[in-house]
Nanobody, 121 residues
Framework: QVQVVESGGGLVQPGGSLRLSCAASGSIFSIRTMGWYRQAPGKQRELVATITSGNSTNYADSVKGRFTISRDNAKKTVYLQMNSLKPEDTAVYYC???????????????WGQGTQVTVSS
């Protein structure tokens, strides 16, 4: 079965940096768009950044110029480099991968378990 796992979260001070990783594994035929979402306490999950199979990227206005999304297709991994972090960035960050699995012909979203990012002094 397909599994998506995030890593790299933690506690950082304002202005600091973190790099999140998300690796997909299992019976995978192809991976299309991959993305990062986040959810802060009391708020709805929101899009942070996405990257297509053609390396076209999209960012939320709140993170433009600070975050960079990238992918390594050989490793089936998507990354989120987060610089100049602010307390407002504190949230659980979730990875999403649109995957065509070896078990079927459909493309569907697979979500990771989430990784906590806390920005605080």
């Amino acid at each position: 079965q397909v599994q998506v796992v995030e890593s790299g979260g933690g506690l950082v001070q304002p202005g600091g940096s973190l790099r999140l990783s998300c690796a997909a594994s299992g019976s995978i035929f192809s991976i299309r768009t991959m993305g990062w979402y986040r959810q802060a306490p009391g708020k709805q999950r929101e899009l942070v950044a996405t990257i297509t199979s053609g390396n076209s990227t999209n960012y939320a206005d709140s993170v433009k110029g600070r975050f960079t999304i990238s992918r390594d297709n050989a490793k089936k991994t998507v990354y989120l480099q987060m610089n100049s972090l602010k307390p407002e960035d504190t949230a659980v960050y979730y990875c999403d991968a649109q995957i065509k699995s070896g078990l079927g012909s459909m493309v569907r979203d697979y979500w990771g378990q989430g990784t906590q990012v806390t920005v605080s002094s």
